[in-house]
């Protein structure tokens, strides 16, 4: 009896090292790229500003009136419009550049990541397609998170999501794939940029997951001290 228990933890425990626990910010690898540095303005300032960004396209001779009185007024205030335009302007981009700044090393890995998931396609009750993120609600009345912050879990066999606030443990492969899709979620239709996509073999509750390691760990360090 004693031998077919330690078979079956040494089993489970090799199973369960299959899948390397992964943390989101190996999902998102620095970019080495110097920081912007913005001016500091005050919100009287931040509005000019933007009013000169919305007006600087147009041609008519109001907006152009209306545009260089502006920047003369913000001169006299020791802020050049220009250069803090084109500042936020290298801003957007670099922050952009990080959020989509992928980890490719990842690539085929089988792995075990704690999160939470939105489902976005159903077979059923059951959802089998989800967008997977490190934190509860996420692209739920708000903006998505970097898109190295958001995987398209696919999972054929279904999961039937009780409450999208409720964490759990995912295991599959992983890899690296940029791409922006319109979805579909309680809030309406809109478009979520993916840094990864992952195939999943297994979705579980955080907690109870959680219990059922600890019972392994305890069945495998007890089957070690029956074998000394």
């Not at 390397?20 to 998102?28: D, G, K, P, V």
Request: glycine share 6%; aromatic share 8%.
């Amino acid at each position: 009896m004693m031998k077919r228990l330690l078979l079956f933890c040494v089993l489970s425990g090799s199973a369960a090292a299959e899948y390397e626990s992964l943390e989101w910010s190996t999902l998102a690898p620095a970019i080495n790229e110097p920081r912007v540095i913005l001016p500091e303005v005050n919100d009287t300032q931040k509005r000019m500003l933007g009013y000169v960004l919305q007006l600087q396209s147009k041609t008519d001779e109001a907006s152009i009136a209306d545009v260089n009185k502006i920047k003369s007024t913000l001169k006299k205030q020791g802020i050049d419009a220009d250069i803090a335009l084109q500042a936020r302007a290298n801003y957007m981009m670099l922050e952009q550049r990080k959020a989509e700044s992928l980890n490719t090393t990842l690539n085929g890995q089988k792995v075990r990541l704690s999160g939470f998931v939105v489902p976005i396609k159903f077979a059923g009750i059951k959802a089998v397609e989800f967008l997977f993120l490190p934190h509860a609600g996420a692209c739920i009345h708000m903006p998505p998170p970097a898109a190295n912050q958001v995987i398209k879990l696919q999972y054929s066999q279904g999961f039937e999501v009780n409450n999208v606030q409720y964490p759990v443990w995912v295991e599959g492969t992983i890899k690296a794939d940029l791409r922006t899709e319109r979805v579909e979620l309680v809030d309406g239709e809109m478009p979520v940029t993916m840094g990864y996509m992952m195939e999943g073999v297994s979705i579980e509750h955080y907690y109870s997951a959680q219990s059922k390691h600890q019972r392994q760990d305890a069945d495998t360090s007890l089957s070690h001290r029956h074998q000394h």
